[in-house]
């Protein structure tokens, strides 16, 4: 088992900002200033070609910390970040590029690449919650929730399948048939975002995907635009619902 390493500590607006290693995982942990009592944990994974302290990752921390008091935890996948690319992340991101460039179909690519993630991830995750859950402030019996849109969604929902101390999840803006069998195995409170008019998903597979989970309270918001059109208010409502699922309290408008 690896140890939580703290290399870096910051405070701003009531948030203190953590950088950690578990081995050589580098991760961020958000947590309030003043919070001294134990607080439920989120897990953010972030989307493809981001980091852990990407603008979006921090915002989605930040509502987390103000209106609920929790800590949220975002690590870098593999290849991204302060990580290292293989031969194998290089060879991908060529792939991609070429799509983009001759107008090709990205998504085989991207789903080929993020299960491989996956399935590099689930074990980092795993270890990194095993080390947080070391921390006073966090402990081993508090609820644990996840948080992932994209990429954030292929790691997170092998994740969630596998992990019992997750116990609710918002995902969104993915499909493929690997994710969806493994969205079976969910049972726990689920919170899904799609786009209608998504460009690189049809909204069959979308829909197919919500319907794949098996948790038996579990929410569909669709929004009418493309995929990078996701209204900003999806992450106050992902806000809201983990305070219900958590047992947080949103303590102002989110």
């Known amino acids: 088992m690896y140890s939580l390493q703290f290399t870096a500590e910051s405070t701003t607006n009531g948030i203190v900002e953590r950088d950690f290693t578990v081995g050589d995982i ?31 990752m921090t915002g989605r921390a930040h509502r987390l910390v103000n209106h609920c008091g929790f800590h949220v935890a975002v690590i870098d996948a593999p290849g991204h970040g302060d990580r290292p690319r293989t031969a194998h992340d290089e060879q991908e991101r060529a ?13 085989p690519i991207v789903v080929r690449y993020n ?17 947080l859950q070391e921390l006073p402030e966090i402990g081993t019996g508090g609820p644990v929730g996840y948080f992932g849109v994209r990429m954030g969604t292929a790691t997170g929902v092998p994740l969630v399948a596998a992990e019992p101390r997750i116990t609710a999840a918002a995902f969104g803006l993915y499909w493929s048939e690997a994710v969806a069998e493994k969205a079976k195995e969910i049972t726990v409170p689920i919170e899904f975002a799609m786009q209608w ?4 998903i049809p909204r069959e597979a979308g ?4 319907d794949a989970f098996a948790s038996t309270e579990k929410t569909l918001h669709a929004n009418a635009g493309k995929q990078g059109e996701m209204p900003r208010f999806e992450a106050d409502s992902a806000v ?15």
């Open 207 to 210: 829909l197919a995907l919500f």
């Open 26 to 56: 580098p991760g961020v942990l958000w947590s309030p200033a003043s919070g001294t009592d134990r607080a439920p944990l989120v897990l953010i994974g972030h989307d493809g070609a981001k980091h852990k302290k990407h603008p979006a």
């Open 115 to 131: 299960e491989h993630l996956a399935e590099l991830s689930l074990p980092e995750w795993r270890a990194t919650l095993d080390a």
């Open 197 to 200: 008019d998504d460009e690189h």
């Open 240 to 254: 809201r619902f983990f305070a219900r699922h958590l047992g947080g309290a949103v303590t102002s408008p989110a």
């Open 95 to 107: 792939a991609l590029s070429e799509a983009w460039a001759t107008g090709e179909p990205v998504s």
